[in-house]
């Protein structure tokens, strides 16, 4: 029997704090499978865990909008849980097992994928053809409705994500800190070919009410599990208590050791077309990457996924990484050859690294 | 220091990690082999703990970044932090690649060493 906390609208303090508890109390055995969705009240940009604050978002922006920040303790990078109408447009979702639950998820990629099935289902049930994308995407056509991220603590997991029902690209570019030149009617075109929202593909956004049960149905279908209603156990009310002062200290939000993070738009001109390669690297690891221009690539979509692909990648396995994509997918790309595109990548990189 | 031998591992699963008793008294620890080759390769490590502080079997040490995923690895044995790897922070890479060798976390002076060890398993 599966546990359902039902919606939870909260600070992103108390979301992320009853996140860790959650995920212990459910390794220990202490409670079933879980699942929720929450609601960012006030609406909040997250970070990852690994993130440092001041280079990923406009803190004095976010104070002026009334946005509030919290950094998460799942890694990846900086997600905005808000939309045109509020954080009911973008809503998170959040599965929680035990590490021991199947033998699955001791791969971490397969983990990903199966984890994952779920969100997909519902995406489907709503009539949008939606697909898992290596490593950490649900999208459609190419284009993301849904990233994910992980948390392992006590032998449980947290799988968790964000529904795109709506979503606000310029309150995105005000708020946070992208790897672009400036905010413009290209930057925005740019974002909006490579994600997609609920309300873009079947025109409407069903209640949160809605959502949630569509969101039991799809776990109880996906796993063969029956989900009942349920709450925090006492031992877990007790945890988020001591746990909250650590998420709500200036020490968990401005990071104790912050990361050594770069980010560069790299420019060049190449017998394909002009070609701009804007990346962020933090530490060893290339957080995120963008390529823009105006080459041609076939097929159209392969781009988007590449960059999926790329993202969060040891920078010393790039190389062979965009190798084994372009040789598998059999990219096109009038003008340049692999080791061409391989060489502009690296070097994007590498320039970033010296800046 | 009863019939602890130096070179053996004991694992404290739940917590993803490895204790070595050394011959000075001294517990090294690490993240266990098994759980860390599951993972590709590691591309930081952040320390929520510090040389000096007080930890106890179960107490978050650090939290290991492989792409989107989070892993916490904890304390497997209670005591005084004295040794923290600087090579683990700089090169996080080496965690995965000689986990109970260069890769080692911290080193624990024991406050209740036989106590703790009853909750962990041989490796």
Redesign the interface.
């Known amino acids: 029997m599966w546990r359902c906390l039902g919606i939870y609208r909260a600070p992103a303090s108390h979301i992320h704090a009853s996140q860790e508890v959650i995920t212990r109390s459910v390794?220990?055995g202490l409670s079933p499978p879980t699942i929720r969705i929450v609601v960012y009240d006030p609406p909040a940009v997250t970070i990852?865990?690994?993130q440092n604050l001041e280079e990923e978002v406009n803190v004095d922006k976010l104070k002026e909008l009334g946005v509030d920040v919290m950094r998460r303790?799942?890694?990846?990078?900086t997600v905005l849980m808000t939309g045109p109408e509020g954080p009911e447009d973008a809503p998170g979702w959040e599965i929680y097992v035990p590490e021991d639950w199947c033998d699955v998820l001791?791969?971490?990629?397969k983990s990903y994928e199966y984890l994952s099935r779920p969100i997909v289902e519902f995406f489907r049930m709503l009539g949008i053809e939606a697909n898992f994308r290596p490593?950490?995407d649900i999208e459609v056509r190419g284009k993301k409705i849904s990233?994910?991220?992980?948390?392992?603590?006590?032998?449980g997991i947290l799988h968790t994500g964000t529904f795109l029902f709506d979503f606000d690209i310029k309150l995105m570019l005000k708020v946070l800190k992208m790897p672009i030149e400036k905010i413009s009617d290209k930057a925005i075109k740019s974002f909006e070919e490579r994600l997609t929202t609920v309300k873009r593909e079947v025109g409407f956004k069903p209640s949160i009410s809605e959502i949630l049960e569509l969101f039991k149905k799809a776990v109880e279908k996906t796993f063969n599990v029956k989900v009942v209603d349920g709450s925090l156990n006492d031992e877990e009310i007790k945890d988020l208590e001591k746990t909250l002062i650590r998420y709500k200290s200036r020490e968990w939000l401005y990071g104790?050791?912050p990361?050594q993070e770069y980010t560069n738009i790299y420019v060049k001109k190449t017998p394909g077309g002009l070609i701009r390669i804007h990346v962020k690297v933090?530490?060893?690891?290339l957080e995120s990457i963008l390529i823009t221009g105006d080459f041609f690539i076939y097929p159209k979509t392969a781009i988007y996924d590449l960059e999926a692909y790329l993202?969060?990648?040891?920078i010393d396995?790039l190389e062979n990484k965009i190798k084994e994509f372009i040789k598998t997918r059999k990219i096109k790309i009038l003008g340049l050859n692999t080791q061409h595109l391989v060489k502009l990548i690296c070097d994007a990189v590498k320039s970033s690294k010296g800046s | 220091m009863g019939d602890f031998m130096s070179s053996e591992l004991y694992l404290w699963?739940?917590?993803n990690t490895w204790a070595r008793v050394e011959p000075d008294g001294n517990v090294r620890v690490g993240v266990i082999p098994d759980v860390i080759r599951?993972?590709?390769?590691v591309?930081?490590v952040?320390?929520?703990v510090s040389e000096g502080a007080s930890v106890k079997q179960?107490d978050?040490i650090a939290?290991i970044?492989?792409?989107?995923?989070?892993?916490?690895v904890?304390a497997p044995i209670s005591g005084t932090i004295i040794n923290i790897n600087a090579k683990a922070k700089t090169t996080?890479?080496i965690i995965k690649k000689d986990p109970t060798g260069e890769g080692w976390l911290i080193v624990i002076k024991p406050s209740k060493l036989e106590e703790d060890l009853k909750n962990l398993v041989k490796g």
């Open positions: 390794g220990k990852g865990y690994f303790p799942t890694g990846g990078g001791k791969d971490i990629d490593k950490n990233g994910v991220g992980q948390y392992r603590e006590s032998g104790i050791r990361s933090m530490d060893n690891m993202k969060w990648s040891p396995e | 699963k739940k917590g599951k993972y590709p390769k591309a930081v952040r320390f929520v179960g978050k939290s970044g492989v792409g989107k995923t989070t892993i916490t904890e996080p890479a």
